[in-house]
Structure formats: structure tokens, C-alpha cells
């Protein structure tokens, strides 16, 4: 049959775009199907003539509109499997308690909640009434709200996992806590903390007391950056030599710090050295006055010698990530805000690949606690956060250098740079 897409047949051996990418499978049989099922429709038309002719007609009306609904999927946006727990954990139920309330401790609530196994026993702010909004919303009893959280971890006990969402300042600090009280599994948010140095030392007591630390970079754990890593891993773009983003106004370690785990995880390669220029924070920082996290643009080389040039400067407007990867034999583009990627590979053919699921914190949230409490768990990024924090700091030490390169990795010493951010 000659409707074969010419990329397809291009691929390695053994190898679909749909192994990769399965929502890509569904998106390209649809629209085989649905140019198939017009031909088949246009010959049984011609032959019968009549009656056939109006089924046909009719039913190429309703392939029309499902296509229009959906853009190019043809039959159907693609249906992704809802988070859930694998293998032998897929059985068991999770007990798991959260440090911190605010917007981000609200979605991870809503997040865990919505996976199978997984039960909230545990939620602890030292803001009460945001505590309690939150419990409130989440329907949590009230014996499982705590305002303190050593009260938490001793109440709560046993946890098979404590997520920290407080803001960064506290990462380290908390899971200190939670490690102490023997917990197995800690997840921090990103970034990992305001130090480096402390982050390393609590990496290292994490490996030491056999405790699996992650690091909340979510966009790892979306099935549509999974997939276009397994592209770039299987060679579909060839070798990925450069990325560029534009993030729209942004923050550094709130915003960007995102992009730059999202460039050393698709480049599979450690950060070189950064240069960058920051602009001068104006505006009190929404998460409190003693935080700061300027917008700017920062253009990093790593040591595979592919670079990423990451803009979050305050004129690009509201947010509208934009993801450009180009390799040596095709590029992808990711569209974060319109929700779907492309792939342009050798053929020079366009395939333009609806996301998944929505980037949204919560369902993200699911995947990330499934996959840590599955066993073996698929993503754990203490490694990788503590990079991103340094890639943040590194930022800032290029811009105190007027614009000559920092080179990564940065010592404890160079890393005490007195700047807090959220
Ligand atoms: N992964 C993501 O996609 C994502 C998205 C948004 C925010 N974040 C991260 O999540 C973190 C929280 O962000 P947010 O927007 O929820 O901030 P926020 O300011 O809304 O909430 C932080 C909460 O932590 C509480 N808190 C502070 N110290 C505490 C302590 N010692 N014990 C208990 N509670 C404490 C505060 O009272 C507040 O309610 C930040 O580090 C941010 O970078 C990650």
C-alpha cells in the first residue's frame, strides 16, 4: 500500500514512530485509516452508484468533522493510560505526606489523589488558614493537617514517601527531617534548594540511609518530552546540536531553571560553561519580598559541545514556551502553550504530533509519584537537580562577571553566592 509514511520506513530497523511515541501511532494509523476508509468509500460510491453514494458522502462528512475537531489526529485525540502504580507496587497502597500548601502542595495533593494506592495521610504549613484551605478542598481530615512538620512525621508515621513544596530556602532543610524519621522515598521541589553546598551534603546522607531522592522536574515525567527523548535517543533527528527556547517573561530558578533540566536531559550531556545577562530585579517577588529571581537569558555549551540558548526576558510578554531542537539530520519543535510537537526528520516529511496530556502540575504530579513509588522506579533526578541548581547559579555568577563564561562544575566556595529565590 503506498500510504506508508516515507519517515516511517526511514526509521532503524524494527522500529515505528509508534514504538516511540504512542500516541504518534494512534495519530498516524488514524489518518491511514481515514484516507483508506475514503478510497474504499470513493470506489464503493463509483460501483453502486445511489444509496452507496449517500453513506458515502455522509460518513466522509463525519470524517471531515472529526478531523476538524482534532486538527490532523483524524478519529480521536490520543488517550493516554492515567498515572498508576506498576507491577508488584500496582497491588500495595502508599502512604504519603506533604510539607507545604501553597499553589504547588495543592496540585501534588490533587496529583497524588488521583492515583490508585495512593492515600494523603499527611499535609503540614505553617500557615494554618492556607492549610486549611487547602485540607479543606482536598477533603482531608482534619487529624492529617499539620502545622508543624516533625509533629507530621511522627503522627503520620509509617510514610512511604514525603514530598516537600515549601519554597526553596526549606528543600533541604525539611527532607532532612523526613530522612531522619526514616523515610525511604523524598521527592524535593525544584529547584533543590538555595544551596549547593548543602544540596550536595544531602544527596550524599540520602545515598548513605539507602533513600531514593527525586527532584521535581516535571517536564521528565510527561509522556510527550519521553517521547521526544526516545526520538533523539533512537537518532530520528540525528545528533541534537543545539536548543533554543523562549520561555516568555519568566523567572530564573522558578521559570528557566525548568528549561535548562529539560536541555541536559534531551542533551544527555553535563553543562560546560554559561554566559548570561540578567536584568535588574524590579518587582517584589509574588512569593515573598526577600526572594530574587530576575528575568533574563542565559546561553549555555555542554560538554558534548551541542549549546541552548534559553530566553525568559520580561519584553517576550506573557508565557508562550516555545522548544526548538535541532540535530544533525532534522529538528523537533515543541509548542508548550497550543499543545502538540513536530518532528521534521530526514525526509524533510512534517509530522505534527498532538501532546498527550495537558503540562498541568497536578496530572504531571501523578506520574511523578506513581513512578517513585513503583518499583524499580523509571526517573530519579537527585543527579540532575543538583546540575539545574548549579546551572542557576552559574547564571548568576556569569552575570557578576560582566559577561565572560563561567565553567561548570562549580566549587561550594564560587556556589555562596547569597541569593534566594523560590
Ligand atoms: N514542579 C513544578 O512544576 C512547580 C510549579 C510551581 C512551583 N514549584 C515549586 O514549588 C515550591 C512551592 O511553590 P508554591 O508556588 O507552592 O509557593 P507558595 O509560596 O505558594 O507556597 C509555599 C508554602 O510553603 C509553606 N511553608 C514555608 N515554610 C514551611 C515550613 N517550614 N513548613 C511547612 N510549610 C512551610 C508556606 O506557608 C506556603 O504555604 C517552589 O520551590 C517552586 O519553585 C514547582
Redesign the pocket.
Known amino acids: 500500500m503506498a500510504l506508508w509514511p516515507r519517515d516511517w520506513r526511514m526509521l532503524p530497523s524494527g522500529e515505528t514512530l509508534g514504538d516511540v511515541a504512542p500516541q504518534f501511532l494512534g495519530h498516524s494509523a488514524n489518518v491511514l485509516v481515514r484516507v483508506e476508509s475514503v478510497r474504499t468509500m470513493s470506489h464503493t460510491a463509483n460501483t453502486f452508484g445511489g444509496y452507496a453514494g449517500r453513506i458515502f458522502l455522509q460518513m466522509r462528512k463525519e470524517i471531515r468533522r472529526r478531523r476538524l475537531e482534532v486538527g490532523e489526529a483524524g478519529w480521536g485525540i490520543p488517550q493516554p493510560q492515567p498515572a498508576r502504580l506498576r507491577g508488584i507496587s500496582a497491588t500495595k497502597h502508599y502512604r504519603v505526606a506533604v510539607?507545604?500548601?501553597?499553589?504547588?502542595?495543592m496540585s501534588q495533593c490533587q496529583g497524588l489523589l488521583a492515583v490508585k494506592g495512593i492515600q494523603v495521610v499527611g499535609l503540614?504549613?505553617?500557615?494554618v488558614e492556607?492549610l486549611n484551605q487547602v485540607g479543606d478542598s482536598m477533603n482531608l481530615a482534619s487529624n492529617t493537617r499539620f502545622s508543624d512538620?516533625n509533629e507530621m512525621l511522627r503522627k503520620a508515621a509509617p510514610l512511604d514517601m514525603v514530598s516537600i513544596?515549601?519554597?526553596?530556602p526549606?528543600?533541604v532543610a525539611?527532607g532532612r527531617l523526613a530522612l531522619t524519621s526514616g523515610v525511604k522515598r523524598i521527592l524535593l521541589?525544584?529547584?533543590i534548594d538555595v544551596s549547593l553546598r548543602e544540596a550536595r551534603a544531602f544527596r550524599e546522607e540520602c545515598i548513605r540511609a539507602n533513600t531514593l531522592l527525586a527532584v521535581?522536574?516535571?517536564r521528565r515525567w510527561t509522556l510527550d518530552y519521553r517521547a521526544i527523548n526516545r526520538c533523539i535517543s533512537r537518532g530520528f533527528i540525528g545528533e541534537p546540536r543545539s536548543i533554543f527556547v523562549t520561555v516568555g517573561k519568566g523567572e530564573l530558578?522558578?521559570h528557566a531553571s525548568?528549561y535548562f533540566d529539560l536541555c541536559h536531559y534531551l542533551f544527555n550531556s553535563n553543562p560546560a560553561w554559561v554566559v548570561s545577562n540578567l536584568e535588574p530585579v524590579r518587582e517584589r517577588n509574588p512569593?515573598g519580598a526577600t526572594f530574587e529571581d530576575p528575568s533574563g537569558f542565559c546561553l549555555f555549551t555542554f560538554e558534548n559541545g551541542a549549546r541552548a540558548y534559553i530566553d525568559f526576558s520580561s519584553d517576550l510578554g506573557p508565557k508562550d514556551p516555545f522548544v526548538a531542537i535541532k540535530g544533525t539530520h532534522g529538528r523537533i519543535t515543541v509548542d508548550e502553550q497550543r499543545m502538540f510537537w513536530t518532528l521534521q526528520s530526514r525526509s524533510q516529511r512534517l509530522w505534527s504530533i498532538p501532546f498527550a496530556e495537558p503540562l498541568k502540575?497536578s496530572t504531571?504530579f501523578s506520574r511523578v509519584a506513581a513512578d517513585l513509588l513503583s518499583r524499580p522506579p523509571v526517573t530519579a533526578t537527585e543527579e540532575s537537580g543538583l546540575v539545574a541548581l548549579e546551572m542557576v547559579i552559574g547564571s548568576h555568577l556569569a552575570q557578576r562577571r560582566s559577561g565572560h563564561q563561567v565553567t561548570f562544575p562549580i566549587t561550594n566556595e564560587d556556589s555562596e553566592i547569597g541569593v534566594t529565590f523560590?
Open positions: 510539607i507545604g500548601a501553597g499553589s504547588q502542595g503540614s504549613d505553617i500557615n492556607r512538620a513544596a515549601t519554597t526553596a526549606h528543600h525539611l521541589e525544584k529547584p521535581n522536574y516535571s530558578g522558578m525548568h512569593r502540575s504531571l523560590p
